[in-house]
Nanobody
Framework: QVRLAESGGGLVQAGDSLRVSCAAT????????MAWFRQAPGKEREFVAA????????HYADSVKGRFTISRGNTKSVVFLQMDSLKPEDTAVYYC???????????????????????WGQGTQVTVSS
């Protein structure tokens, strides 16, 4: 059984940095890519960042580009999201998700819809105060 567990959320001030982590267990990950989504109260879940398993290619939402960095740990079953220059509008529950593909894109198309991802963690709260 696949299980994703996020950790590292918390309360920070605007301009601060925070790193959240996601550990995946229960399957072999040689064909799965990982991503981060977030959901603020009253809003739909939105894509944040993703990384391909096969070539470490990355893709970011425009709203976080240049401020957030997705990376993997020494084992490809752990993924991090480094968040710098945080803003109050970054406040949300952050979820990691698993894509059943080794790459996050097919040509110029990037997989950024929640329905394209198969497994989800329980989420970790990130709150940025102004």
């Amino acid at each position: 059984q696949v299980r994703l567990a996020e950790s590292g959320g918390g309360l920070v001030q605007a301009g601060d940095s925070l790193r959240v982590s996601c550990a995946a267990t229960g399957t072999t990950f040689n064909t799965y890519s990982m991503a981060w989504f977030r959901q603020a109260p009253g809003k739909e879940r939105e894509f944040v960042a993703a990384m391909s398993y096969s070539n470490d290619n990355t893709h970011y939402a425009d709203s976080v580009k240049g401020r957030f960095t997705i990376s993997r740990g020494n084992t490809k079953s752990v993924v991090f999201l480094q968040m710098d220059s945080l803003k109050p509008e970054d406040t949300a529950v952050y979820y990691c998700a698993l894509l059943r593909r080794s790459t996050i894109n097919s040509g110029t198309y990037y997989y950024t819809y929640p329905t394209e991802y198969t497994w989800w963690g329980q989420g970790t709260q990130v709150t940025v105060s102004s």
